[in-house]
T-cell receptor, first 108, second 114 residues
Framework: QKEVEQNSGPLSVPEGAIASLNCTYSDRGSQSFFWYRQYSGKSPELIMFIYSNGDKEDGRFTAQLNKASQYVSLLIRDSQPSDSATYLC????????FGAGTRLTVKP | NAGVTQTPKFQVLKTGQSMTLQCAQD?????MYWYRQDPGMGLRLIYYSASEGTTDKGEVPNGYNVSRLNKREFSLRLESAAPSQTSVYFC?????????????FGPGTRLTVL
């Protein structure tokens, strides 16, 4: 069974801090990795995707991928209260598999 | 450009009743998906359609059927609803282009089976 694991949280950080969200996956053949944000009662929306080992930056967001360790993370710099949401990690190797999500709260 | 739309937004059924959830996308995507989302379990794939005329089972297909009516529309049918099917259902689509297979989600249908 292919697994995608996330710490369910809640993760609480103060406004302006860096939030670090982590995800591990079991299938070494996975090729593409996604981070989605989901506000309460809403649908998931894509933040960013990453294919290659290393870091990928987009504004305040940085995705980090380490295929050898089967680990992908999302860093949110200068966290804002509007970043409070559940963050879903998704891994694709023909089928898209989602983690259960980490709930992030950014306190003013 | 509405993206992915779903109807209805909310539905309450009694055990044994049937219903069809509708999904449509206007992004000319080839692939469409149906997921269910339960607390603590994330999104689980029910069925997907890689192209018009094809459908395949996902992780949790039992109790569901699907129809890819045309390129735009992908419906999910519950023939005899059970309380275990109480969930939030999301439809998604993707273009499966060379850059990514990002999935775009509809607003969801919240289903309660009594």
């Amino acid at each position: 069974q292919k697994e995608v694991e996330q710490n369910s949280g809640p993760l609480s950080v103060p406004e302006g801090a860096i939030a670090s969200l982590n995800c591990t996956y079991s299938d070494r053949g996975s090729q593409s990795f996604f981070w989605y944000r989901q506000y309460s009662g809403k649908s998931p929306e894509l933040i960013m995707f990453i294919y290659s080992n290393g870091d990928k930056e987009d504004g305040r967001f940085t995705a980090q991928l380490n295929k050898a360790s089967q680990y992908v993370s999302l860093l949110i710099r200068d966290s804002q209260p509007s970043d409070s949401a559940t963050y879903l990690c998704a891994v694709n190797d023909n089928d898209m598999r989602f983690g259960a999500g980490t709930r992030l709260t950014v306190k003013p | 450009n509405a993206g992915v739309t779903q109807t209805p937004k909310f539905q309450v059924l009694k055990t044994g009743q049937s219903m069809t959830l509708q999904c449509a996308q206007d992004m000319n995507h080839n692939s469409m998906y149906w997921y269910r989302q339960d607390p603590g379990m994330g999104l689980r794939l029910i069925y997907y359609s890689a192209s018009e005329g094809t459908t395949d089972k996902g992780e949790v297909p039992n109790g569901y059927n699907v129809s890819r009516l045309n390129k735009r529309e992908f419906s999910l049918r519950l023939e005899s609803a059970a309380p275990s099917q109480t969930s939030v259902y999301f439809c998604a689509s993707s273009g499966r282009d060379s850059l990514s297979d990002t999935q775009y989600f509809g607003p969801g249908t919240r289903l309660t089976v009594l």
